[in-house]
């Protein structure tokens, strides 16, 4: 059975303090990996795309790297305005296209 | 910018009572997905549309869930009756294509059963 599994479920950082979310999966054949962030009370809005072991992307403060087993979402020197809950989905080639989330982590950054 | 849009945003209902949702996708995209969101866990899917034909409602619980989108364009998910266990915030969401990932989110209806 596909499984997403996010850690830590929730995590604070003070204002600059950069840390990592991981994201592993367990999926009969990856076809996709993807990063969304959540605000409170809001839908899912899309992050990143990563589609191989060793591909990377980056936008801002935030850099998402893949492997053959998890995910890493990367925050350097986040912000307040950084909080949200970060999901991470996979598509199996098995599923068509639906994407599979897992429970998220819950970010705070305090100034 | 062109956004999801979802009606209601809020409904509280009792057992047994139908409830309804709509969604209105962004303008020219094929794809459209209705997932359901359980407080303090990820999005799960309940049906995708390609247009006006259901590609995929494996997870749809069909005995009280239906969902249409007769033109091909806006959406309706209807639950009857609905159960305490549906407390949830329903999400659509649109795509350009079926084989991306890339989804575009409304705001979700958080619909509470008493």
């Known amino acids: 059975e596909d499984q997403v599994t996010q850690s830590p479920e929730a995590l604070r950082l003070q204002e600059g303090e950069s840390s990592s979310l991981n994201c592993s999966y367990t999926?009969?054949?990856?076809?996709?990996l993807f990063w969304y962030r959540q605000d409170p009370g809001k839908g899912p809005e899309f992050l990143f795309t990563?589609?191989?072991a060793g591909e990377e992307k980056e936008k801002e403060r935030l850099k998402a790297t893949l492997t053959k087993k998890e995910s890493f979402l990367h925050i350097t020197a986040p912000k307040p305005e950084d909080s949200a809950t970060y999901l991470c989905a996979v598509t199996p080639h098995s599923s068509g296209y639906a994407l599979n989330f897992g429970k998220g982590t819950s970010l705070l950054v305090t100034p | 910018e062109a956004e999801v849009a979802q009606s209601p945003r809020y409904k509280i209902t009792e057992k047994s009572q139908a409830v309804a949702f709509w969604c209105d996708p962004i303008?020219?995209?094929?794809?459209l997905y209705w997932y359901r969101q359980i407080l303090g866990q990820g999005p799960e899917l309940l049906v995708q549309f390609q247009d006006e034909s259901v590609v995929d409602d494996s997870q749809l619980p069909k005995d009280r869930f239906s969902a249409e989108r007769l033109k091909g364009v806006d959406s309706t998910l209807k639950i009857q009756p609905a159960e305490l266990g549906d407390s949830a915030m329903y999400l659509c969401?649109?795509?350009?294509?079926?084989?991306?990932?890339?989804?575009?989110f409304g705001e979700g209806s958080r619909l509470t059963v008493l």
């Open positions: 999926v009969s054949g990856l076809r996709g």
């Open positions: 303008s020219g995209h094929a794809t």
């Open positions: 990563l589609y191989s």
């Open positions: 969401a649109s795509s350009l294509r079926t084989n991306t990932g890339e989804l575009f």
